[in-house]
């Protein structure tokens, strides 16, 4: 190996040593923690895909995209933010909140809204390429990993009573507390156990390509990717997740644990190739170089960002049902 290699090996050792205690930390602890490094990852990304639209000729409204998103991610706290809003308003009258739902859709719509807005007046290049980049990036970045943030809050007090008292040896309704507790500390749970998943499926890929892979996934986006690491990739992304609920979340069955691994298996693979494409058309090797010997932001949460709505909606619909 040369001197240049192992220098790059190095970084991204130390890179993985302190970034990866910091989001397992974040995901257990949730709450404001857990925005604030969605958020930032949120604004590192969406930065790095208006550069990229940019390399093709478009004009992002970097201010209103990075606006734009934040509104989106405090639409999915939506919990967190009643108790810092209502205390303003309780003593004079009272409010009425609108639901997440509610908050979602108006602050999406009214984001959409001020873009086209802004592009009315602002006469700098294509309209369609300016106003679609920005809401792209939006939508890519903003709802896709908002969603992230949502699923972790689905353990507050969303997380269906009955079935918190199906898996907390029967404590009574009395000790709402102690049941909320629980069940917000298997939502960072969960959360580890999606970034363990995804990490294992990468690492899998990436072992299974080099030692077996023959047959090339999708040559014209991501040349070194093979069919033999991606069927790798799948098995580590399950198998990592029937391991999790064995030992960390009680509340789920195995077949709920094993979708989840095979969302994680697939769709996080197609989120890699997504970006991969969106980088080959953006004429790029990587999104930037924030992150020494990782590449960029985007490069490393490509598929947490398009695994995380499937997930969400599952988890929701499905196994919280």
Partial sequence: MTTRHYSNLTLRIAVAFFGIPALLLAGSKGGWWFFALTAGIGVLALREFYAMTEAKGASPQRGIGIAGILCIFLAFFHEHLQYVILPYFIDRGGVSLLTKLQLFVTLFFLTLVIVFLVELFRNKGSVIANAGATIM?????????????????LYGMEFPLSLALAHTNGLSPLSDDAVRATTYAWGGWTIISIFVSLWMCDTMAYVGGRTMGKHKL???????????????????????????????????????????????????????????????????????????????????FDSLIFVAPILYLYIDFVVLS
């Fill in 137 to 153: 990036g939006i939508v890519y970045v903003g709802v896709f990993l908002g969603t992230l943030l949502g699923l972790r809050e």
């Fill in 218 to 300: 999708f040559a014209r986006i991501s040349p070194n990717k093979t069919w033999e690491g991606a069927v790798w990739g799948f098995f580590g992304a399950v198998i990592t997740m029937l391991v999790m609920q064995r030992l960390v979340l009680p509340y789920m069955a195995v077949h709920q644990a094993a979708v989840i691994g095979i969302i994680i298996g697939v769709f996080g693979q197609i989120g890699d190739l997504v970006e991969s494409a969106l980088k080959r058309d953006a004429g790029i090797k990587d999104s930037s170089s924030l992150i020494p010997g990782h590449g960029g932001v985007l490069d490393r």
